[in-house]
Every structure is written in C-alpha cells, then in structure tokens.
C-alpha cells in the first residue's frame, strides 16, 4: 500500500476550473494504478477516473468526460485532476486511489489505499 494526501479543493463558480493533486509515499508508486472517486453528501461513493501505470490510459464516468483530465508525473509521485466546466453536481468529496494489478478501473474495491479526502464545492 501507499499513502496518499490530497490537495487543490476548495469552492468554485460554476463554469470554473481546480485542480486537485495526489501526493504517494513509497518508491513504487510507477507501479500502481492511480484513481479519483467522488462521494457527494448522501450518495454513494462514484468512480470518477483512473490513469494505468503501465501506457497511462486513461478512464473516466461519462459524467466527467471531456471536462476532466487524469494525468501523473511519477517522477514526484502525484496523481492530477484537472476539473474544467465545473458544474455544482460536481460538488463533492473528492478521493485519490491506488492500487496494482487493476483489472476493474471503475470499481472502489478494485483500490486498496486510499486518501482522506478533499472538498470541491461548486456554486450555481
């Protein structure tokens, strides 16, 4: 497992942009397959998008694609999240995960480290 801290929350006008940060510990962090789910207050928690270690595909809901963008350095260990066209059903609690060996990118128990969560709230 990895340890992740998310970072680059915080409230936006609707039609607005953020991007969220993914800061790993540990060597291998080029190995995992990396993850952004959502939990918006009182749903449950939804898959967002995902980027491969290995060719760095890219996955995303179809509620995002084509406003956000998954992308990773593994030189500094971070996973990003480029959210455009916010809208407020963005509004959510926003949570990086990582694991290896992925073969469902889209499911949360695909992912066994996960990190403590970062607030988006988008106003209309």
């Known amino acids: 497992q990895v340890q992740l801290v998310e970072s680059g929350g915080g409230l936006v006008q609707a039609g607005g942009s953020l991007k969220l940060s993914c800061a790993a510990s540990g060597r291998t962090f080029s190995t995992y397959t990396m993850a952004w789910f959502r939990q918006a207050p009182g749903k449950e928690r939804e898959f967002a998008a995902a980027?491969?270690?290995?060719?760095?595909?890219?996955y995303y809901a179809d509620s995002v694609k084509g406003r956000f963008t998954i992308s990773r350095d593994n030189a500094k260990n971070t996973v990003y999240l480029q959210m455009n066209s916010l809208k407020p059903e963005d509004t959510a609690v926003y949570y990086c995960?990582?694991?290896?060996?992925?073969?469902?990118?889209?499911?949360?128990?695909?992912?066994?480290?996960w990190g403590q969560g970062t607030q988006v709230t988008v106003s209309s």
């Open positions: 980027i491969t270690w290995s060719s760095g595909h890219t």
């Open positions: 995960a990582a694991a290896r060996g992925v073969l469902h990118h889209t499911a949360s128990w695909s992912y066994d480290s």
